[in-house]
T-cell receptor
């Protein structure tokens, strides 16, 4: 059983559509990160959220950390083919602990 | 800067064979990590190191050994490979580890795809 559950596991949409992916846990996380991984490469950090209720924007990507710090979401507006990839959330459960990764959401944006 | 590099990129082993994966970073980072990535499982931490000469177990350490003889290198060894170790292996490094409640940015290598027959 994973500490961080991501949904959906797979998502295939047309260019221009909006989408939201979720990262949920029954545990409280002190901080949470979102990474994007392209085929054949390692993950790259997109954002870190620390405060419950925090919202961060990165161009067309909006990240939110739940008020109770048990969940997070990533919303993409007007998706583009360049957004295609594997999106991973990762969190720190307690001070001094290592990162725990979710299973990932694989996104495909078709032209 | 090359960042984090991994060798080899691909490898096929027979059950029982041994091999070593090499990770090198040129960012003078203290922390280094080895993860494995399996479909739907995200990344799972195998071993990590908080500095030269020190290593620690992660979530899934069984069947693997590591060494950090030099600050810039982190080696992952498989003494007797098993089909269950078929996976993509990623190395990462960070300047610091977890500062209180926030993980420092981890920089990942491109991965090694290992198949054990």
């Amino acid at each position: 059983t994973q500490l961080l559950e991501q949904s959906p596991q797979f998502l295939s949409i047309q260019e221009g559509e909006n989408l939201t992916v979720y990262c949920n846990s029954s545990s409280v996380f002190s901080s949470l990160q979102w990474y994007r991984q392209e085929p054949g490469e390692g993950p790259v950090l997109l954002v870190t959220v620390v405060t419950g209720g925090e919202v961060k924007k990165l161009k067309r990507l909006t990240f939110q950390f739940g008020d109770a710090r048990k969940d997070s979401s990533l919303h993409i507006t007007a998706a583009q083919p360049g957004d295609t990839g594997l999106y991973l959330c990762a969190g720190v459960a307690n001070a001094g602990n290592m990162l725990t990764f979710g299973g990932g959401t694989r996104l495909m944006v078709k032209p | 800067n090359a960042g984090v590099t991994q060798t080899p990129k691909f490898r096929v082993l027979k059950t029982g064979q041994s091999m070593t994966l090499l990770c090198a970073q040129d960012m003078n980072h203290e922390y280094m990590y080895w993860y494995r990535q399996d479909p739907g499982m995200g990344l799972r931490l195998i071993h990590y190191s908080v500095g030269e000469g020190t290593t620690a177990k992660g979530e899934v350490p069984d069947g693997y050994n590591v060494s950090r003889l030099k600050k810039q290198n982190f080696l992952l060894g498989l003494e007797s490979a098993a089909p269950s170790q078929t996976s993509v292996y990623f190395c990462a490094s960070s300047s610091t580890g977890t500062s209180g409640f926030v993980s420092d940015t981890q920089y990942f290598g491109p991965g090694t795809r290992l198949t054990v027959l």
